[in-house]
């Protein structure tokens, strides 16, 4: 081993020793022990291939990559080793996108920015990582970092991004499923111009999803015929993003099949709030990514209590409100999962898939989801909905009490008219009737031991069974005194169960 690779490894222990838990973010180079012998020479000989800037487009993953040197010989010698496409394959078998982040950190491209970037990275990370150790959202958020580095430090290169490649047999198999989830959120990193989104999943697929050991004999790897059909559907990518052509490429094929929620009320399907994800030059981590890293930084895997909600449970974070929090919940341990914008779906995805509830445990939790529903949605499936982020809490939590929040009132006009005017808008004659029936139909959810029904309706009413604008300034977010009122609910229960050791 030279010199160069001897302090590439001690870096890499370094950054060993500094990382907290969050591995798909914190650039590293593999802890194998086959990492001097074939990552890190592999590493220098394909920087030394980059610095003769030869090469217009750059492919960037893992073994899949990496095998365009073995199974996919043939293919790439005939479409990426000479003409039109000058091509550096720099795959590199067990990558991760920590391991990825490393190499765009220590020059793996020897300042050249190609013209176009093929990127294809995470099956690595949900394939060797438990589900508890990394979730979902850790491998979409590890696929946004590298994109992320890659459009920070190579400003005019395009990027095509590929889906995780299908792995399992079935549908139903445990890899495939986490890597839809991923797939079905990556997919919106795309916007077109400088990322491209090249699905062809299906094409490696039978009709109703089998990944055949024909395509893939470890069902993983593709074969030649699958390289095959790679290079083929990457090609008209590759035109547009050079520019030889002004033809976007055509559809992408149908998706391929998948064992995720197809079909239900709205409210009960697991979906990703997409505000956290319009850019990913942000220099402000956005709160997803900032709250799983709390979680992960906590060595202690123990909160008193664990908070999930919208808005109205996101804001009392805010710094006009830092007197209610002290006076009340000083010196707890709380988790604060209100995330502004959600809805009951965009709940139920951040307990499924962000790994919030799967690494750390408490003895409490509060559920107050819906307001957001209630524009929309009719109240039988807001409240299956809110069935739906119970039932969820109690699988990953079933140690805990849960106090499960009504919806508040809410008035949609304040804001925009004055008082005298709120009788004629849609709180009188539609808002209001509906939360309520929606907090009666949720009512039997409760049954005072486990799960504890919190309905604050009538302290949030005036005298006229209208939002009280007194405690609700702008008809739906509590003011200070109306966050006590919600947090003298709580202490009690909060009291009673915080730091006592768990049941095993």
């Known amino acids: 081993m030279n010199a160069k690779s001897i302090g590439f490894l001690l870096l890499a222990a370094l950054a060993a020793e500094t990382s907290f838990g969050q591995p798909s973010v914190e650039p590293a180079v593999p802890d194998k022990p086959w990492t001097h012998n074939m990552w890190l020479p592999r590493f220098d000989a394909k920087r030394e291939l980059a610095a003769t800037g030869r090469y217009d487009i750059v492919f960037l993953g893992d073994s899949i990559t990496h095998g365009w040197e073995s199974a996919g010989k043939e293919v790439w010698k005939a479409n990426f080793s000479s003409g039109p496409y000058r091509a550096l394959n720099c795959g590199i078998s067990g990558d991760r996108t920590e391991h990825i982040l490393w190499r765009l950190d220590h020059n793996q491209l020897a300042g050249h920015s190609p013209k176009i970037f093929v990127l294809m990275i995470g099956t690595n990370n949900t394939g060797h990582h438990d589900i508890v150790e990394e979730s979902p959202l850790d491998t979409i958020l590890g696929i946004q970092s590298v994109l992320g580095r890659l459009t920070r430090d190579h400003p005019e290169s395009k990027i095509v991004l590929h889906p995780i490649f299908p792995r399992g047999a079935t549908t139903n198999d445990p890899n495939r499923v986490r ?51 790679w290079a083929e559907s990457l090609k008209p990518y590759l035109d547009f993003a050079l520019g030889r052509t002004k033809r976007r490429p055509e559809p992408p094929a149908p998706p391929a099949p998948t064992a995720l929620p197809k079909s239900g009320p709205r409210t009960t399907l697991p979906d990703v709030k997409m505000y956290w994800l319009a850019n990913i030059k942000q220099k402000v981590e956005p709160r997803l990514r900032n709250k799983r890293a709390e979680v992960c930084a906590n ?178 977010h509590p003011d200070a005194d109306g966050y006590r009122l919600c947090a003298d609910t709580i202490l009690p229960y909060l009291k009673s169960s915080a730091k006592r050791p768990l049941a095993k």
């Open 179 to 229: 890597n839809d989830v991923v797939n079905s959120v990556i997919c919106k990193f795309a916007d077109g111009k400088r990322t491209l989104w090249c699905d062809f999943n299906s094409r490696f697929l039978t009709a109703d999803g089998v990944l055949e050991k024909s395509m893939a004999k470890d069902l993983l790897h593709p074969g030649a015929a699958g390289y095959a059909i």
């Open 299 to 476: 060595s202690e895997h123990y909160y008193d209590a664990i908070w999930l909600g919208d808005s109205i449970t996101h804001f009392l974070e805010r710094t006009k409100f830092n007197d209610v929090r002290k006076e009340k919940f000083d010196g707890y341990r709380i988790l604060n999962l209100g995330f502004g914008g959600d809805k009951t779906q965009n709940l139920l995805w951040n307990i499924e898939y962000g790994g919030f509830l799967d690494c750390v445990h408490t003895r409490l939790v509060t559920i107050m989801i819906g307001t957001n529903n209630v524009l929309e949605d009719a109240p039988e499936d807001i409240a299956n909905g809110i069935r739906a982020c119970l039932a969820a809490v109690r699988r990953k939590q079933p140690q805990a009490k849960v106090l499960l929040f009504s919806i508040l009132p809410r008035d949609v006009a304040h804001g925009r008219g004055e008082r005298d005017c709120r009788r004629t808008n849609r709180n009188v004659d539609e808002i209001m009737p509906k939360i309520l029936k929606i907090n009666e139909l949720i009512r039997p959810l409760a049954d005072g031991e486990k799960v504890v029904l919190i309905d604050l309706v009538a302290k949030f009413t005036d005298a006229e069974g209208l939002p009280d604008i007194n405690l609700l300034p702008d008809g739906t």
